[in-house]
């Protein structure tokens, strides 16, 4: 609860402030951390990342959401190339060179662009703030309230070899939260959102939530660790606090281009 307390505040500051720019450094600080955890649960698995190229390339990626920013198909061209090229001017084994280039890939897909279409959601015209603003509280509302409706009320696992503390319970109050949270931010935040495009998006948005993290799950029970990292306490690292966003910001931005652009 100090984590949040001390780091809500400065979120929502981040992201009232007129540029994107300043809401994007945050972001890009996210990326670093949670694009340097995920390769730290490669490296317990034996497979050796280029973290170099991996942390410029994921914060490159995450900046080509910015206006005026870099193109994005341009700068996954540059480091699908600098890669291989990074395993070739290296001291590595023949055998290690595709998991490394694959894994450093990974990481520019899986933690810079998802993580980016948050920068994507608060540099729309107009809505931005809002779109981030609705995007977080039904998130966080969701995982809120399955953790604890699932520690206070939860009997049967929802999935005890990927998450043992997760439960059905916790899941179907996760759900309902999302959706009334999605009607609350359709409320006070989007109200250019139909009613039942803002019930659907809440059961969606709850549903990716819950597959991010049972995925983030599944990469480090790979590497039989419990948390990514320990840079918040009480949250673990970032890429388990971010975990949950990483599926349902593309799914915001892309409703809000189909349908309200």
Same mark, same amino acid.
């Given at each position: ?65 910015? !206006? ?19 395993? %070739? ?5 023949? !055998? ?16 810079? %662009? ?20 609705? #995007? ?15 520690? %206070? ?8 070899? #990927? ?36 019930? !659907? ?50 799914? %915001? ?9």
């Amino acid at each position: 609860m100090l984590t949040a307390a001390i780091g809500l505040p400065l979120v929502v500051w981040l992201v009232r402030l007129r540029s994107p720019r300043w809401f994007f450094l945050l972001v890009a600080l996210a990326v670093v951390l949670a694009v340097l955890e995920l390769f730290n649960l490669a490296e317990r698995q034996g497979i050796h990342p280029h973290r170099l190229t991996g942390v410029c390339g994921s914060v490159l990626v995450a900046s080509s959401f910015l !206006a005026g920013g870099p193109d994005l198909g341009l700068v996954l061209a540059v480091f699908a190339v600098a890669a291989p090229l990074a395993s %070739l001017v290296g001291r590595q084994g023949f !055998a290690e060179a595709l998991p490394s280039i694959a894994t450093t890939m990974f990481g520019l897909l899986f933690v810079g %662009l998802l993580l980016g279409y948050q920068v994507g959601l608060r540099s729309t015209e107009g809505s931005g703030p809002a779109l981030v603003f609705f #995007l977080l509280w039904v998130v966080w509302l969701s995982d809120t309230a399955a953790y604890y409706v699932g520690t %206070l009320l939860g009997k049967r696992p929802l999935s005890p070899r #990927l998450s043992p503390h997760k439960t059905v319970e916790g899941t179907l109050a996760g759900m309902v939260a999302a959706v009334l949270a999605a009607a609350s931010g359709k409320v006070w935040l989007l109200e250019r959102i139909s009613w039942p495009h803002a019930l !659907a998006l809440g059961v969606v948005l709850g549903a990716f939530a819950l597959a991010g993290d049972l995925c983030e799950s599944l990469l480090k029970r790979g590497s039989q660790v419990k948390d990514s990292g320990d840079w918040l306490p009480g949250h673990g690292g970032m890429l388990d606090r971010t975990d949950s966003l990483l599926f349902t910001a593309p799914i %915001l931005y892309h409703y809000w281009k189909w349908f309200h652009d």
